[in-house]
Nanobody, 121 residues
Framework: QVQLVESGGGLVQAGASLRLSCAASGRTFSSENMAWFRQAPGKEREFVAGITWSGVSTSYADSVKGRFTISRDNAKNTVYLQMNSLKPEDTAVYYC??????????????WGQGTQVTVSS
C-alpha cells in the first residue's frame, strides 16, 4: 500500500516556476514507477510526466517537454515535478500516481488527492 500527498501548488503568473512534491508512505515506494497527471476544468485527466522506479527512464507529454522535469528521491520517498515557463494552459489540478506501466497510461494503482496549479496571463 502506498499513500501519496501532493504539495507545492499555487497561483503564479505566466512565465513563473513551481515545484510540486509528492510524499509517499509505504515500504514499496522505491520499487514503484511514479507519474504526474493533470486535469483541467471540463477536460479529461492527462499524463504529464513519468519516471521509472530506478529513475533511469522518464517520459513527458509533448506539451511540457523542455519546461517540466520529473525527478525522485527514493531516500526521501518523494517525487518532484519542476515546472518552468508556466503557461495559462498549464492550469489544472495535478495528481501524483504510483504503480503503473507504461508510464503514460493512467492505470496506476495509487493516486494522491491533487494540488491546484493556476497560471494567470
Amino acid at each position: 500500500q502506498v499513500q501519496l500527498v501532493e504539495s507545492g501548488g499555487g497561483l503564479v503568473q505566466a512565465g513563473a516556476s513551481l515545484r510540486l512534491s509528492c510524499a509517499a508512505s509505504g515500504r514499496t515506494f522505491s520499487s514503484e514507477n511514479m507519474a504526474w497527471f493533470r486535469q483541467a476544468p471540463g477536460k479529461e485527466r492527462e499524463f504529464v510526466a513519468g519516471i521509472t522506479w530506478s529513475g533511469v527512464s522518464t517520459s513527458y507529454a509533448d506539451s511540457v517537454k523542455g519546461r517540466f522535469t520529473i525527478s525522485r528521491d527514493n531516500a526521501k520517498n518523494t517525487v518532484y515535478l519542476q515546472m518552468n515557463s508556466l503557461k495559462p494552459e498549464d492550469t489544472a489540478v495535478y495528481y501524483c500516481a504510483a504503480g503503473g506501466w507504461p508510464l503514460e497510461r493512467s492505470g496506476y494503482r495509487y493516486w494522491g488527492q491533487g494540488t491546484q496549479v493556476t497560471v494567470s496571463s
